[in-house]
């Protein structure tokens, strides 16, 4: 049972460039939680998605960052104009309809020069 | 405040002894625990999770809830050093798909 797919592992981006990170959730999982995780901070929420539907945004930047989940493929996570503050790991959980635990992936880091 | 306060460590103990690993937290709300564990530049792994006040055990793991204090603990017998990691306490408010809010976490090593 492969466990939940982030691509890609590492990111360089130089500032003011695009970054697309995606996630393929586990098996049989319909929700998918996008969080961040800064040098010697804790893993920091960002979005909440099912299939097609964004649930929850609170912890969205407003600028800049947008995130989707396609009934086909997917979901993405994508920064647009990134600046060096964007650094960090951003890590990709899935979970079952009804259950609170949420699985992660192995995350994507990015850096921007 | 924060919502969920733990201490960062280091923590370092001998290969054998018993750790102790602790968060406390400001919303009452919180009524689902877990706690994960991340080694070094890799994703957070769940280890064990479980509802309101109360222990519960698997292996060498315990996880203990106190919500009149808003004090959750794990703890690990017989430490290895394969245990040297990151650990993480997340608590949620709803049973259904919540998001999680995170402690910092503790980095712990186990010496041998």
């Known amino acids: 049972n492969a466990g939940v797919m982030q691509n890609p592992r590492h990111l360089v981006r130089r500032r003011g460039q695009e970054a697309r990170l995606r996630c393929s959730p586990m098996?049989?999982?319909?929700?998918v939680y996008w969080y961040r995780q800064l040098p010697e901070e804790g893993l920091k929420f960002m979005v909440y998605?099912?299939?097609?539907?964004?649930?929850?945004e609170s912890g969205m930047p407003k600028e800049r960052f947008s995130a989707e989940f396609p009934k086909e493929g997917p979901s993405i996570l994508r920064i647009q104009q990134v600046v060096r503050g964007d650094s960090a790991a951003y890590f990709c959980?899935?979970?079952?309809?009804?259950?609170?635990?949420?699985?992660f992936g192995p995350g994507t880091r990015l850096t921007v020069t | 405040q924060k919502e969920v306060e733990q201490d960062p460590g280091p923590l370092s103990v001998p290969e054998g002894a018993i750790v102790s690993l602790n968060c406390t937290y400001s919303?009452?709300?919180?009524?689902?625990f877990m706690w994960y564990r991340q080694y070094s530049r890799k994703g957070p792994e769940l280890l064990m999770y479980?509802?309101?006040?109360g222990n519960k055990e698997d292996g060498r793991f315990t996880a203990q809830v106190d919500k009149s204090s808003k004090y959750i603990s794990l703890f690990i017998r017989d430490s290895q050093p394969s245990d040297s990691a990151t650990y993480l306490c997340?608590?949620?408010?709803?049973?259904?798909?919540?998001?999680?809010?995170f402690g910092k976490g503790t980095r712990l090593s186990v010496i041998a």
């Open positions: 959980a899935s979970s079952p309809l009804g259950f609170y635990e949420q699985y």
């Open positions: 098996k049989g999982h319909s929700h």
């Open positions: 998605l099912q299939k097609e539907n964004i649930i929850d």
């Open positions: 919303n009452s709300a919180f009524q689902y």
């Open positions: 479980t509802y309101s006040s």
């Open positions: 997340a608590m949620s408010v709803d049973s259904g798909n919540t998001p999680l809010v």
